[in-house]
């Protein structure tokens, strides 16, 4: 039988791809606004998982009490605690609370009234790319669960909508409840209380658009606009090494004696050195300090990065019976 913890994980992810599959419907009716009351929800399932998993599936931990009784609802079940609680009881880094809280915001509205706007469609995506990379990150963290296999993205805005800079006047126009959102992100954004430990408040789309002729390394997607080459249009998408190699070995360690309890750490140094890890791509790269540190190549004391598949791999290698 499956744990109560795993039943509530694998809950919560279905959720959030849920989410994202409305979210890319781009016919869809009121997307922005379903993928918000979606995504909380699988917010609010992974949070209990989380304490019912820290706390050995302990399902009193998420009962609401009433002095010394729990208290039950009309049907006779009993009552349990809503997300704003089970997010404050976890180890949850400030900002993704902050992003958390503004699709609260964005599903209430949307749920007791409506949040229609036109400056809906760029703050959804904003906060719920976020909120993916950040649930992302927290479910490998806390479950040790991977998300690559799926199509865990939504996508972006610039394939429905023309984008649009927002000016004073043009918030003044929007309702109330947008408006205000709107003005929390930009306050959080100048006091730079917007990213932390790699986690965001919201994710915004950076775009370049360049002559073929200036073009000197391959792109990710490539559009003719014209039938004439020098009028091509290239979109470039600027991808961080931090991104693609997220975990330092001492975040690497922690999953892999998770995964592999009574691991050594000298058998997963042997691993990257028999298999030459460190000189390949496809599992780690050197995070060099400046150009001229690589120009000179990697030494013992230029630190590494590793990715999913890096950890995949290492506890496939050191698990027992190998």
Known sequence: MKARYKFLCDHSIGLALSAIEVYNKPTFREREQ????????????LFKAKLLFDNRNRMSLLWVKDGHRYKKNRAGERLTIGLPEAMNRCPVPTVVKENIERLI????????LTAESPALPSLVFALGAASLRNY???????????????????LPLGFAYPFKTLSLADVKHEPEEVARLLGLIAQAQDEKRADEDDYHLVCEIEMQLVSAKKVTEKTDIVAGVTGDPAQTVV????????????????DLWKQ????????????????????????DPKYCCHNYRSKADELRGPDKLTPVLYNDDALRFIIKQ?????
Do not use: C
């Open 105 to 112: 915001e964005v599903r209430n509205a949307a749920v007791h």
């Open 136 to 154: 992302a990150r927290l479910v490998r963290t806390w479950f040790n669960v991977g998300l690559n296999d799926y199509e865990f993205f939504i």
């Open 34 to 45: 379903v993928f918000t009351i979606l995504m909380v929800a699988a917010w609010e399932s």
């Open 235 to 250: 979109v470039k998408t600027k991808v961080r090494p931090i991104d693609q190699y997220p975990l330092r070995f001492s």
């Open 256 to 279: 892999v004696v998770a995964a592999v309890p009574g691991a050594k750490q000298g058998a997963v140094f042997e691993v990257i050195r028999v298999h030459r890890m460190k000189d």
């Open 318 to 322: 050191i698990q027992p019976g190998k």
